[in-house]
């Protein structure tokens, strides 16, 4: 169902890429000759306008074929100091044309994901999260953090980052996660006096986001125990407060689970039950890859967002697109800043499996919040299609853009060899890309 999922949503984004080439094409004369909604095998056609529309058999994605396109294969086997071309070819058009029918496709991406950032914003969300209290992850691993560092205790209550406020863990981790390596004025409160330090997120290699060395204070409120799980075997229910695990006082959920997993393979817990103590003995489970699992869920914190009127959420739509924009771009910037490209770099199975988990994990929560995940990382998406797709690389719409850029400063066509050796080596970066990316996902699932 993941697979599915995803299939259905990469397939979205790349259905409306295309799209965008479909319409500009149109508008300045070119001849679409076929527009495909999947690939391979066609199992259902119509012909409209000059077009046969298509429905085909694999459901990823799809393609916008252009009368003439393969008019360089012919000039270059044919040894031609021109491409031949003819009415509604796409290399008839002129330089300024093919540069809005390449864009097109970009665009349309980065149009969608606003006008789905704009409804998001309009609709409003939930967002389950956690206080802005905070565990210093030393604690527990003897490692210096910047948060350590900087002087921050566990207990501490995170008030504003760079003057702005704030009143989750989520807002915390929006702002942490995409200031990498870069330093951030951070004022906390303990003992209801406040205090400022400055604090440099450092770079996590693997995923390329900024971490300061801390994990979210949660009370130890059980609000469901899976059932047949260790914590249902041993008598745990909902609205039990965890007090302590083998003796050892349990403030908060990270405490709980580090003396569940040094514990031995029976623990006495402590809980507080209808203003009394009860001690149950619980057996833990543990996971392929030894984490501790007894099969409880904590209570979360419900944040609401902004409500916005339809003006307000096009202006939070499009800046919400643009942010995401620059923090894309950003994204390539710290690949070449120690990010391990292994662990950071996805591929399209990944993607595919990822959008699946998002989503069947949101539905979980009801059926509007599984659409506002799906839709959302959707989005992203897109912008990220956008992004690439613009990149001056040979093969890619933005080195296709680059190419009639230069012809129409030259006022002269280019010459066939160069443009198709500019092709093939364009084609051969994206071929090393994609299997790159592929291995990357092997590895990845491999690894489990």
Known sequence: MNVLIGLAGIGLVIFFHELGHLLAAKSVGVTVEAFSIGWGRKIWSVTRGGTDYRLSWIPVGGYCKMKGEHA???AWNDKLDRIDVEPGDFYAARPWQRIWVLAAGPLINLFFAAVV???IA???YTIQTYENRIVLVSDYTGIDTPATAAGLRTGDYITSIDEKPITSYYEMQSIVGTRANKELAFEFERDGVLFRAPIIPALDSATGAGRIGVYPWVDPVIAAVEEGMAADLAGL?????ILAVDGTRTPHTIAVHHALKNAGNSVDVQVLRDDRTVSLRV??????????????AYRTLSVESPRYSLGGAVIAGIREAYSTLVLTISGIRLLF??????????????ITVLAGEITTEGFRSGFGTGLLAFFNFLSLISIALCFMNLLPI??????????????GIRRKALHPRFVYRYQVVGNVLILGLMVFALFNDILFFARG
């Open 337 to 350: 800043s120690g990010v391990d490209v292994t662990q950071a770099v996805m591929g399209p199975v990944r």
């Open 237 to 241: 229910k909902a609205d039990d407060r």
């Open 122 to 124: 309009f609709a409003g």
């Open 72 to 74: 360089l294969i012919r």
């Open 394 to 407: 040979p093969a890619l719409d933005g080195g296709q853009i680059l190419l009639s850029l230069a012809e």
């Open 117 to 119: 950032m704009t409804v």
């Open 283 to 296: 057996i833990p489970g543990f996971s392929v890859d030894g984490e501790v699992q007894i099969g409880i």
